[in-house]
């Protein structure tokens, strides 16, 4: 049986990502951003429960109620956790069926977006849930890029990113990512463009014991 590492679970939700841009023009005739954002989450929460045994989903779970999941009904930073909202996907347990992950889906690199979901997902983190698991979030993003990006300009971009986001979020958490390249004109797109699957990871910093 797989187990869900950390890596293995970004490297699933990229494949996933995949997945959808292939289906989305195989079966539609039209690129993965032409479908609703729905389809996407819809494909990344399957793949995910059909590659880890372990793992069910729900979708659009709203946040009061995975957290009274775990008793808590006062929240340390209810505005960014954006409380009367929804999660995109919460990975949850086959077996005890608790919630062990979120990831939020985004179809831009907006910074924007991008810090919206990344403080949320530390709000989470933070939150008195007692659960491990849920220290660490995704948010998983397609973006396109033109036919002239190099390898190192999206690392370039990707580093930006990282950068921005940490400056934003202080040293309560570490983030870091995981990314795959399209080739130039598959799954629907001309000639000049290709998609970049990306998967952001929000995790929890551990704090280090002061020394006297």
């Known amino acids: 049986m797989t187990r869900a590492t950390k890596i293995q679970l970004q490297d699933a939700i990229i494949d996933a990502m995949e997945k959808a841009s292939s289906d989305a023009f195989e079966k539609s005739g039209v690129h993965i951003r032409r479908m609703p954002e729905y389809f996407l989450n819809v494909i990344i929460a399957n793949e995910l429960s059909n590659k880890f045994p372990t793992l ?3 979708l659009e779970m709203p946040v009061k109620e995975a957290l009274n999941g775990f008793g808590l009904s006062q ?3 209810p505005q960014e956790l954006r409380i009367n909202g929804k999660f995109y996907i919460a990975i949850i347990s086959i077996g005890s069926r608790k919630l062990r992950h979120i990831i939020e889906v985004k179809r831009s690199l907006s910074k924007r977006q991008l810090l919206k979901e990344s403080k949320r997902l530390k709000a989470l983190a933070a939150e008195g849930h007692q659960s491990k698991r849920l220290e660490t979030g995704y948010i998983a993003a397609i973006s396109r890029l033109g ?13 930006t990113r990282l950068e921005f986001l940490v400056e934003q979020l202080g040293d309560a958490v570490n983030v870091s990512c995981r990314y795959k390249v399209m080739d130039a004109g598959a ?8 998609l970049l699957l990306v998967v952001f990871r929000i995790k929890k910093a551990i704090k280090k014991p002061v020394l006297c």
């Open 187 to 194: 799954y629907g797109f001309d000639s000049s463009t290709s």
């Open 147 to 159: 036919s002239t990006a190099r390898s190192y300009d999206v690392d370039q971009l990707l580093d």
């Open 75 to 77: 929240y340390l930073s």
């Open 56 to 58: 069910g989903y729900r």
